[in-house]
């Protein structure tokens, strides 16, 4: 039981490290990176106060170099999956009934671990698991993360403090239970402070979570239960499993305690999800919360008016930053005629200077796509590009697996503003361009809202106030984080909270207090003071 009210520390963004030649954190990181690296890890799933290992051992491999072995993790069955459900189940009621300072603490510890002396280890582990350069590991593993778990803190305190009013002779109070049975989380390879906030936003409200990363996010993913485990986070809170998407659905879909599922992933899998608790909503003791943020096919529109070197930047960093495999990420761009030829020099020009290959190299820019599939898949449709008269492409367009899973960042210009690449979803360093005449600014902002489904990020380039007020109206459902002059990307918790619609998702805004209030099940209560003893009203009276 509380026993004052506690103002939680201030939170303010983690700076950002800049990994400057000869700075003690650059030293720090290749440090972390060549001990890692120089080592084979047996990885086991968290289950309670387990640590499980099985009998199918999944070889880790960094993207860049799929012939060096990282370690290895344990893959689970459907057994696993039932044995973290009654490990969260089972430590719930502890969990729930433990003063909310006291969950508070766990995470504000764990940010300050991630911060200290676990930043070069989970940004080392970013870099070799998921192939990310020094930069976007930092931006992502060390400061997202520690920026989600103390502003969530803080928002958590928010949503306790709302509080309804109360007229003479009685006390309204609400109370923010967590959700009746466990939370599932899905995580992507993409984000590493992802990962760690699907499942720590839901258990920091009272919840318990049975945990299900990609399988090319699980060497980042065990850093951050290593991390939870040391700030005091008690079993069966978290259970970290590896198990089949499928086999692992087929227990937690179809277990009356399921209660609510955070996910981060594909638009498809998302809506087969979805559907599958459609179908199974009788089982279930509530209606799970389904919160889940997926695809999307995100633009740059610059308007005439347009500086063509910023529009230029940010298609570089838009589109080629992690190798454009962000949901975010600049996938297409409709740039007018008039500042066509000039920022399609600053383009190749800067293409001309960005090095691609291995993350250990810090030189290297643009580094190696997350797997196989996803190779196949990003340079089939540079192919399609290659093979079409209708589209042309003026840098990059090579690609090659042979060491590791590298793509050159490509750039296609299309003639058509319905060419495929310019409506389907790539999730890698591709781009399509289609050049408008500048005096149809209105036509081809109806072409970006009307030519893709979804609607997570985008952005529009203009000086001229009026053409970025036009843009922002006509694209008012095309993205749930709009920038202006900037680049679609980067979002950063507590400033911009994260999210898209349509087909990109539930819009449930992470890194904001809208995301927390989807993990409690609120109660109200009324407490009279002097409680009525006649059933009579005054109406009733005739004399």
Known sequence: MPKGTYPVPTPTNEPIKAYRAGSAEKIALKEAVAQLRGQQLDIPMYIGAD???????????PPYDHQHTLGYFNRGDAGHVEQAINAALGAKTAWQELAWEQRASIFLKAADLIAGPYRAKINAATMLGQSKNAFQA??????????????NVHFMTQIYGIQPESSAGMWNRLEYRPLEGFVFAITPFNFTAIAGNLCAAPAMMGNTVVWKPADTQVYSAQVIMEVFREAGLPDGVINLIYTDGPEAGEVVFKHPEFAGLHFTGSTSVFQQLWKTIGENISKYNTYPRVVGETGGK?????????NALAVATGIIRGAFEFQGQKC????RAYIPQNIWEEVKHHIISDLKSIKVGSPEDFTNFVNAVIDERSFD????????????DLAEIIAGGGYDKSKGYFIEPTVIVTKDPMFVTMCEEIFGPVITIYVYHPEHFE??????DKTSNYALTGAVFSDDRYAIDLATKKLVNAAGNFYINDKPTGAVVGQQPFGGARGSGTNDKAGSVLNLLRWVSPRTI?????SPKDYRYPFMEEK
């Open 328 to 331: 975010s990420a600049a996938s």
């Open 298 to 306: 995100d633009f740059i529109i610059a308007h005439k008016s347009a």
């Open 138 to 151: 930092e931006i992502d593993a060390a400061c997202e993360l520690i920026d989600f778990l103390r502003f």
């Open 526 to 530: 009324k407490e009279t003071f002097d």
């Open 443 to 448: 036509e081809a902002l109806e072409l970006v």
């Open 51 to 61: 640590k499980i290992t099985t009998e199918d051992k999944v070889r880790i491999a």
């Open 377 to 388: 898949k990003i340079a089939s449709y540079i192919d399609i590009a290659k093979n079409n």
